[in-house]
């Protein structure tokens, strides 16, 4: 898979374009680029997933403190397993926010990647103020010679499915409801920092994660997951047992031995099993992190 970040020339002859954001690639949004890649193979030429970077709302709106479901690379990983040739990274810069729907068209669809057909969501809105819209959309093919298919919603519970509605399931617990939105596991990565060393000394060595900062971190609690290839028991949260009020996140991986600090750790969490307790003493707390192992292993 080719990654084409911040397109300054003309590379391609033609494509067909996946237009969005795409914070999570949930389900609606693998909708959106699969078919996209059908319609591409179909027609004999290039399919792309376009995102943007930094995400648009942290420029327009700093102050909301938004966090992302997906890293750009978390993305590009998950565009890679839908199959499309290429991924083209747009810099969300200030002359990009001050451009014009036809603007933004004319530079970039048309001008940089030859676009046949743009598949986008069915709310898809973009240019200067979100201004332009699908009907937008559409008119700018008639004039420029390109198809525009919008593709309908994919819904979960009578909703149709959207970033912000996995943020706040993942925020408050409601861990299970988010996968099923997504449509894969959650994924969390970050380099593998010294800790205060109590898990090696219960027994249950961990490996804590400074995690990127403006990544969405879940709930505080217990998860199960997988990382290296083997299962993980994870908590995050603040270790109330210990008297601390900062979060970690800290992945003890089963039938692991090695020496990982410093190293970029990638896991994903794949269940949530219990909040985080606090506990009368370390006794009471070992015996329920055995609980949990015992629980991840039968997963």
Known sequence: MRIIRHPK??????????LGTFDGVHRGHQKVIKSAVRFAKKIGVASLAITFDPHPQQMIVPERGLRLLTTLREREALFCQLGVDGVVVIKFNKRLQKLSYEGFVKKYLVGKLGVRRVFVGFDYAFGKG??????????????YGFEVKVVPPVSADHHAIKSRMIREFISSGKFSKALRLLGHPYQIAGRVIKGSGRGREMGFPTANLKVDPHKLVPAQGVYVGKALGKKCVINIGARPTFGTDFTTVEFHLLNFSRDIRGKILK??????????????????LKKQIRKDIARAKAL
């Open 9 to 18: 020339r003309k590379r391609l002859k033609g494509s067909v374009v996946a």
């Open 130 to 143: 979100r201004e332009g819209d699908v009907s937008h959309l559409k008119k700018l093919g008639k004039n």
């Open 267 to 284: 896991g994903v969490l794949t269940k949530r099993l219990r909040d985080e307790l606090q506990f009368s003493d370390v006794e009471e």
